[in-house]
């Protein structure tokens, strides 16, 4: 009976453009259809009367209706919030592209849902579409801390890399407002993290040689990827980096490839550390039979500078560069063999885009005849001139640039200027095309029968077979995982 008087006092309260009554009663019965055809009768004057509608709504969890209660009043600011405090997110983002005034407003809070239901990768991204990179840049070391300490290395690398492009995204905006101390502090941080990213994504494969039985790395890569983490070690070893890994390894394979010297020094150093119980019985015993091998490494594992042509021992006091012109070793990135590879600079006025341009022209050619024939008496001869000879025999080219090369205190790329650009095979050309405030790298492949490819998103280098291999199985790049269809030439373009 009461249930009955409560719908008539509605219907009645209706009539009598009593809203505000019919309202309350219908929102402690919990009577959504009640509260519906109330709300439907109502236009955009009846403020308060939307506004209750849509409250009771809210605690009712028709959220449709109160969405249609605030449509009705115009009120997109409320709207907004209803949508954040329902999870509405589709509809919330499809509002932005309307209203981009409230993206700040959408995108901080699902970010912010995202991050607490462990989608922080997702929620990284909503940071930056909110224009919150210092956020989005925390939510990315939370993931850093947390791949290291659960000995997940290769997703530490690549949190690390993405940690190291946001602090490059930082330093472009803070030169836009023209604070060159912000720059320069986020430039040390990207430098720091990239090479962190590296250590990391090295480390992956060597630790996992320690700990498993198979691996998918020949023996040559293995004994190059330890001496590159050798020669990057700080006197700060990164986090969750273990030193026994990285020796353990490079003394087993520099004795199986016949590097007896550097293995005694591998050995020696392992002596000096806490080793595990597992690898004490195989280390104690070869570290009494290296001392039978000769005390040298083999000739032939000996790194040489493609600038300098200098070569350089296996242990080098310098670390990851060449002991003469300093040159630092370029490294392949799956193989970690030496590149044949030579920095440049273009000349002071020439930009970056100008160089690229350049590098992209036809080579100049002498304007040669080809086949030449010359008549000296009885005798009769035929000569043929090269066209592309001067290219590389006259004038000022690369090549003569490396000729006249002396040394200095501290390395210095070679520098050329637009004649000889002009004059570089555009295929014999490595750009690493690093975003502002960065200038771009350039490298002269100095063999050019060895063919490279670059990722452009990471601005890794790689041997080109190598690189597509890895696309073929994991349909991405192995170090930043950028998905690409077809791997493209690393060339000036």
Same mark, same amino acid.
């Given at each position: 009976?009461?249930?009955?008087?409560?719908?008539?006092?509605?219907?009645?309260?209706?009539?009598?453009?009593?809203?505000?009554?019919?309202?309350?009663?219908?929102?402690?019965?919990k009577w959504p259809d009640k509260l519906v055809e109330i709300m439907r009768q109502l236009d955009k004057s009846f403020v308060e009367e939307l506004r209750g509608c849509a409250l009771?709504?809210?605690?009712?969890?028709?959220?449709?209706?109160?969405?249609?209660?605030?449509?009705?009043?115009?009120?997109?600011?409320?709207?907004?919030?209803?949508?954040?405090?329902?999870?509405?997110?589709?509809?919330?983002?499809?509002?932005?592209?309307?209203?981009?005034?409230?993206?700040?407003?959408?995108?901080?809070?699902?970010?912010?849902?995202?991050?607490?239901?462990?989608?922080?990768?997702?929620?990284?991204?909503?940071?930056?579409?909110?224009?919150?990179?210092?956020?989005?840049?925390?939510?990315?070391?939370?993931?850093?801390?947390?791949?290291?300490?659960?000995?997940?290395?290769?997703?530490?690398?690549?949190?690390?890399?993405?940690?190291?492009?946001?602090?490059?995204?930082?330093?472009?905006?803070?030169?836009?407002?023209?604070?060159?101390?912000?720059?320069?502090?986020?430039?040390?941080?990207?430098?720091?993290?990239?090479?962190?990213?590296?250590?990391?994504?090295?480390?992956?494969?060597?630790?996992?040689?320690?700990?498993?039985?198979?691996?998918?790395?020949?023996?040559?890569?293995?004994?190059?990827?330890?001496?590159?983490?050798?020669?990057?070690?700080?006197? $700060?070893?990164?986090?969750?980096? =273990? &030193?026994? %890994?990285?020796?353990?390894? @490079?003394?087993? !394979?520099?004795? *199986?490839?016949?590097?007896?010297?550097?293995?005694?020094?591998?050995?020696?150093?392992?002596?000096?550390?806490?080793?595990?119980?597992?690898?004490?019985?195989?280390?104690?015993?070869?570290?009494?039979?290296?001392?039978?091998?000769?005390?040298?490494?083999?000739? $032939?594992?000996?790194?040489?500078? =493609? &600038?300098? %042509?200098?070569?350089?021992? @296996?242990?080098? !006091?310098?670390? *990851?560069?060449?002991?003469?012109?300093?040159?630092?070793?370029?490294?392949?990135?799956?193989?970690?063999?030496?590149?044949?590879?030579?920095?440049?600079?273009?000349?002071?006025?020439?930009?970056?885009?100008?160089?690229?341009?350049?590098?992209?022209?036809?080579?100049?050619?002498?304007?040669?005849?080809?086949?030449?024939?010359?008549?000296?008496?009885?005798?009769?001869?035929?000569?043929?001139?090269?066209?592309?000879?001067?290219?590389?025999?006259?004038?000022?080219?690369?090549?003569?640039?490396?000729?006249?090369?002396?040394?200095?205190?501290?390395?210095?790329?070679?520098?050329?200027?637009?004649?000889?650009?002009?004059?570089?095979?555009?295929?014999?050309?490595?750009?690493?095309?690093?975003?502002?405030?960065?200038?771009?790298?350039?490298?002269?492949?100095?063999?050019?029968?060895?063919?490279?490819?670059?990722?452009?998103?990471?601005?890794?280098?790689?041997y080109a077979d190598d690189l597509e291999l890895q696309y073929l199985q994991k349909q991405a790049c192995p170090f930043c995982r950028k998905s690409v269809a077809q791997p493209e030439?690393?060339?000036?373009?």
């Amino acid at each position: 009976k009461q249930w009955y008087q409560r719908r008539v006092a509605i219907t009645a309260g209706v009539a009598g453009s009593a809203f505000t009554e019919a309202i309350e009663i219908a929102g402690k019965q919990k009577w959504p259809d009640k509260l519906v055809e109330i709300m439907r009768q109502l236009d955009k004057s009846f403020v308060e009367e939307l506004r209750g509608c849509a409250l009771h709504f809210k605690e009712l969890g028709k959220y449709e209706f109160a969405a249609e209660s605030y449509q009705k009043l115009g009120e997109l600011s409320s709207l907004v919030e209803l949508y954040i405090e329902s999870h509405q997110w589709q509809e919330a983002f499809t509002l932005c592209e309307d209203h981009p005034e409230f993206k700040e407003s959408v995108y901080i809070p699902y970010a912010n849902f995202l991050a607490e239901n462990d989608k922080f990768d997702e929620a990284q991204e909503a940071y930056y579409i909110a224009g919150k990179p210092t956020e989005a840049v925390k939510v990315l070391e939370k993931l850093t801390h947390n791949a290291v300490a659960e000995r997940r290395f290769d997703d530490a690398s690549y949190y690390f890399w993405k940690l190291s492009m946001a602090y490059l995204k930082l330093a472009n905006q803070a030169q836009t407002r023209g604070s060159e101390e912000e720059v320069n502090q986020y430039l040390d941080k990207f430098q720091d993290y990239q090479h962190r990213a590296e250590m990391y994504y090295v480390y992956q494969t060597l630790h996992r040689y320690t700990e498993e039985p198979f691996t998918s790395h020949l023996p040559e890569a293995l004994f190059n990827m330890a001496r590159f983490l050798l020669h990057n070690l700080s006197q $700060e070893i990164p986090y969750g980096v =273990s &030193k026994v %890994s990285i020796l353990y390894a @490079l003394a087993k !394979q520099s004795k *199986n490839m016949g590097a007896y010297k550097m293995a005694r020094h591998a050995f020696d150093k392992l002596q000096q550390l806490v080793i595990p119980r597992r690898f004490q019985q195989a280390i104690d015993l070869s570290s009494i039979t290296i001392r039978s091998k000769p005390f040298q490494d083999k000739e $032939e594992l000996l790194p040489m500078c =493609s &600038k300098c %042509s200098t070569t350089n021992p @296996l242990l080098n !006091q310098m670390g *990851n560069q060449c002991i003469n012109c300093q040159q630092p070793f370029v490294h392949s990135f799956y193989a970690f063999e030496v590149l044949p590879l030579v920095e440049f600079i273009p000349e002071n006025g020439i930009s970056d885009l100008e160089a690229v341009k350049l590098i992209n022209q036809d080579p100049p050619t002498s304007g040669g005849k080809g086949w030449q024939e010359s008549n000296q008496g009885d005798v009769q001869t035929m000569s043929f001139e090269n066209p592309n000879a001067s290219r590389y025999e006259e004038g000022d080219t690369f090549e003569t640039r490396l000729q006249n090369w002396e040394s200095m205190t501290s390395y210095q790329p070679v520098e050329v200027g637009p004649e000889i650009l002009k004059k570089m095979p555009r295929s014999e050309v490595v750009v690493l095309k690093w975003g502002s405030p960065l200038r771009y790298q350039f490298y002269k492949n100095l063999m050019p029968d060895i063919i490279l490819d670059t990722c452009d998103s990471c601005n890794r280098i790689f041997y080109a077979d190598d690189l597509e291999l890895q696309y073929l199985q994991k349909q991405a790049c192995p170090f930043c995982r950028k998905s690409v269809a077809q791997p493209e030439a690393a060339v000036a373009e």
